[in-house]
Nanobody, 120 residues
């Protein structure tokens, strides 16, 4: 059974930093793209950053220059380093992993979410 689990959220003052981690575990063939999404109260979930298995990266404009996504393929883990945090970054952050299962099926697995709160 494949699981995706996030960690690292919390409360931080504006201008501070946090690092989120997300680990995929279980029996799988491979992991393709891994990504971070966020959803603020009353808003739609948005893609924050995505990294392919080869390391190609893309960010939403609002976090460029402040957030850094990276991954450790040996550990099936993706990270999101968030610097210069702003109150508008407050949201529940979700990790997503595109996983190829043993049978060859490809599914998107989601973590349970981790709260990030930035105080002004």
């Amino acid at each position: 059974q494949v699981q995706v689990v996030e960690s690292g959220g919390g409360l931080v003052q504006a201008g501070g930093s946090l690092r989120l981690s997300c680990a995929a575990s279980g029996i799988m063939r491979s992991i393709s793209a891994m990504a971070w999404y966020r959803q603020a109260p009353g808003k739609q979930r948005e893609l924050v950053a995505i990294i392919s298995s080869s390391g190609s990266i893309s960010y939403v404009d609002s976090v460029k220059g402040r957030f850094t996504i990276s991954r450790d393929n040996a550990k099936n883990t993706v990270y999101l380093r968030m610097n210069s945090l702003k109150p508008e970054d407050t949201a529940v952050y979700y990790c997503s992993a595109q996983i190829t299962e043993l049978g060859g099926f490809v599914n998107d697995y989601w973590g349970q979410g981790t709260q990030v709160t930035v105080s002004s």
